[in-house]
């Protein structure tokens, strides 16, 4: 197995344990987490700092802890040089008790031995409707 993967295999199991500071190990200082989508947890955060404060405020304050499983299926479908791209999904409820039943697809980019950038893909009107209680009328 290549180095690269097994980063992002330590990754997944980290979440899959809800082992948020191994987690955060495995950030580089300089990372970049690009978040697909209009919603209050999309665009692009810069540094490690950022990355931990968008995980801990922007995703797990608007969940019910112990309601979740984090990555509970993954899988690593491809890793070349130093690309590494993975599925995951989650399920849980949020604090509106609405269930968070997550799928994403992750495109990773490994410098130093550390997670330098990650661009994630979601259903990003899950996140709204679930995670901060936006309502969609139907026309």
């Not at 197995?1 to 987690?23: G, H, Q, R, V």
């Not at 978040?35 to 995980?55: D, E, H, M, R």
């Not at 112990?66 to 949020?94: C, H, L, P, Q």
Request: aromatic share 12%; hydrophobic share 35%.
């Amino acid at each position: 197995m290549s180095n690269n993967k097994k980063i992002i295999l330590d990754f997944y199991k980290a979440l899959e344990n809800s082992d948020f500071e191994t987690l955060n190990t495995l950030w580089h200082d300089d990372v970049t987490l690009t978040l697909i989508g209009s919603t209050p947890v999309s665009g692009s955060f810069k540094g490690k700092n950022s990355a931990i404060k968008l995980i801990e405020n922007g995703v797990l304050s608007n969940l019910k802890f112990d309601t979740v499983s984090f990555a509970n299926n993954w899988n690593i479908i491809a890793a070349e040089n130093n690309t590494v791209v993975g599925t995951m999904t989650s399920k849980g409820k949020s604090i509106y008790d609405k269930d968070y039943n997550q799928i994403y697809c992750q495109i990773f980019t490994i410098k130093d031995n550390k997670i330098y950038k990650l661009h994630e893909f979601f259903d990003t009107s899950l996140v709204e409707t679930s995670l901060f209680n936006k309502e969609y009328k139907v026309r």
